[in-house]
């Protein structure tokens, strides 16, 4: 299949789904289209059991494939994605939760890596480093799915920043992480060898590198839109930076997603109000709010049909059932420990410890990240617990987070 007929299948399927979710399901878009999505691919299995001649196991196999579902989100719409989301971030509000944000955002991806690395080793008896590759894979919190559900959460401004800005930013932070540990566990093809001197080398290559080109590119488009007063001129610009900017990082090897947020939270930003007249910041607003919606749909679209790159088997499923309570576990530390610190210094709600936790959503970051990995014996294994876990997340935790946060996250922090 051509890139446009793959396109044209996944936005049909979206909308398809979409309208079904609406009519009779009513949930939240995305885990509604994931849900129908899953469901119809559990119904094409259920038939190719029963009539195996028919042979749409194969053909749907061949069909998942093609999309490519790790290159498409990790090369393309990954940096969309993480673009919108900042774009509703403010700095200002931002700067009032920085250290919250950097801590989550770093020690946190690191606890929480080696806690679920550590598990995973001894559910499953893998090498220890291969098991914190699986650890990173599955620490960042999908910015997709949080800031989905903080919409429909309502909460203080605070809390709601915490938790987005470290999203944004783990994001990033994790999937540098995950290039490391790929790199020193699997030190074949492309993939980055050496030892810990050159990984702590990649690693600020990466995130700094990534970090500099987003303001760097962000500011540069900053002043090209003081120069100019057209809200479809300046709309493309927007584009550009978005889909420019990432692939420049990628051909720079350095941080994309980075400087995605990066870039996305200066645009955002109160500073752009005076190169944009109120035409085109609603303008801008809306076009980005339409294109996070509709990527949305197809990435959980992507994720129900995955089910058919996966080799389900008892062993694996019992890993994956476990893992979704080794990856709360991992969370909680990532979100307790942070905070724990910080509490000497400023003050936080009683429910900012269960909100964080519950509310740190796995999603296609994760599948993607584990479709990436290089072939091995234990890439098989990784995929299906990856999976589990983040079905689990996003249905579960996802329509569940919403009243959790209502409940416990109104008290002033």
């Known amino acids: 299949m051509t890139f446009l007929q793959i396109s044209s299948a996944l936005i049909v399927l979206a909308g398809a789904f979409a309208a079904i979710n609406s009519i009779f399901l009513r949930l939240p878009s995305a885990i509604g289209i994931l849900i129908v999505s899953l469901s119809a691919s559990f119904c094409l299995l259920c038939v190719d059991l029963i009539w195996p001649s028919l042979g749409l196991l194969t053909i749907m196999h061949k069909a998942v494939d093609g999309f490519e579902f790790s290159s498409a989100l990790l090369e393309g719409m990954l940096g969309l994605l993480l673009f919108a989301g900042a774009l509703h971030v403010k700095l200002t509000d931002l700067k009032a939760n920085w250290r919250v944000v950097l801590l989550m955002a770093t020690m946190g991806v690191a606890l929480s890596t080696v806690v679920a690395g550590v598990g995973f080793s001894w559910i499953t008896g893998a090498p220890l480093m291969i098991a914190l590759v699986f650890g990173a894979l599955i620490s960042p919190t999908d910015p997709v799915a949080v800031l989905g559900v903080l919409r429909a959460a309502n909460l203080k401004k605070s809390l709601e920043t915490k938790i987005a800005g470290e999203s944004l930013f783990n994001d990033g932070v994790g999937y540098v992480v995950f290039l490391v540990l790929v790199g020193i566990a699997f030190p074949v093809g492309d993939a980055h060898g050496g030892g810990f001197g050159d990984a702590t080398k990649l690693f600020l290559q990466e995130a700094v590198g990534g970090a500099l080109l987003g303001i760097a590119l962000g500011w540069g488009t900053y002043k090209i839109m003081t120069k100019i007063d057209d809200y479809s001129v300046e709309v493309l610009l927007t584009l550009a930076l978005a889909f420019g900017g990432y ?148 249905i579960v935790q996802g329509l569940t987070v919403a009243p959790l946060a209502r409940r416990v996250g109104q008290k002033p922090n």
């Open 247 to 394: 692939q420049l990082a990628m051909w720079m090897h350095i941080s994309a997603p980075i400087m995605a947020v990066c870039a996305g939270l200066l645009i955002g930003d109160e500073l752009t109000s005076h190169a944009m007249s109120q035409k085109t910041r609603d303008y801008v607003e809306a076009f980005w709010k339409l294109i996070d919606e509709i990527l949305n749909a197809v990435l959980f679209l992507m994720i129900g049909l995955e089910v058919f790159a996966i080799a389900f088997s008892m062993d694996a499923i019992i890993a994956g059932v476990l893992s979704i309570g080794l990856s709360l576990l991992a969370r909680l530390v990532a979100v307790f420990v942070p905070i724990t610190l910080l509490r000497p210094f400023r003050e936080f709600s009683e429910g900012i410890v269960p909100i964080m936790t519950w509310g740190g959503l796995k999603g296609g970051i994760s599948v993607a990240l584990a479709l990436s990995l290089p072939d091995s014996e234990w890439k098989p294994l990784i995929l299906t617990v990856t999976y589990i876990v983040v079905l689990f997340s996003i």
